[in-house]
């Protein structure tokens, strides 16, 4: 079977990075890396989590056509570096974490990507959760929720929708996803 691009999507503490690890676990999937202008957060290590630039570098990258896609959150850059993609689709699947206006753009360059959006079963789980995870300001959540009508409000443009209530559920559902768009590739 083929491998895949798939970009997993939704707002900000809706669970993406979660469900992107145990599908990582489980499968033979590629996380790709961004690029971001963002400073790391407690724990966050440059190289795995993101590759940490300055913004300097990250206009420099823009110039040599080096991101497939690229676009500005909460004041910083981020973008997906064609090269990593690029090198390890040819072993893997490759999944994307990336905010929808990203994975749109990407699907312009590679028609093939599977969109998937991740929804919350409700606008205050998501609240809840961002609280949890206690790695945002008070503002930056207020900033974060702002965003969500607008990334929810462009779910038709996804090929498929998933809520996020049961995590392994939701897993479960995006590893059928892959294996039917695998099995339509053939071989
Ligand atoms: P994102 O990557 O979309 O910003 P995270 O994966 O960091 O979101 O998840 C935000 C918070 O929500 C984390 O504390 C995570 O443990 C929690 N979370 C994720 N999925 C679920 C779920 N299905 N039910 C309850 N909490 C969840
Ligand atoms: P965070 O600061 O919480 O890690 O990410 C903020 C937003 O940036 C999230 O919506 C996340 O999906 C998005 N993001 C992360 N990497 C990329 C990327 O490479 N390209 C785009 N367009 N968005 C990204």
Partial sequence: MRNVLFVLSGPSGVGKG??????????????????????PRNGE???????????RQFVDKIKKNGF?????????????????V???????????????????????NFTDAILIMIVPPTLNDIKKRLESRNTESDENIKLRMERIDYE???????DYVIVNDDLSD??????????????????
Avoid at 172 to 181: A, M, R, Y
Wanted: net charge positive; hydrophobic share 35%.
């Fill in 86 to 108: 690029e090198n390890h689709l040819a072993d893997k699947d490759v999944l994307l974490e990336i905010d929808v206006d990203g994975g749109l753009n990407v699907k312009k």
């Fill in 18 to 39: 979660t469900i992107a690890k145990k599908l990582i676990e489980r499968n033979n999937i590629a996380l790709s890396i961004s690029c971001t202008t963002r400073l």
């Fill in 68 to 84: 497939l896609e690229y676009s500005e959150h909460f004041g910083n850059f981020y973008g997906t570096p064609k090269d990593f």
């Fill in 45 to 55: 290590i440059d190289g795995k989590d993101y590759f940490f630039i300055s913004k």
């Fill in 152 to 158: 929810l409000g462009k779910k038709s443009e996804y």
């Fill in 170 to 187: 939701a897993v479960s559902e995006i590893e059928k996803i892959l294996k039917k768009e695998k099995a339509k590739k053939g071989e």
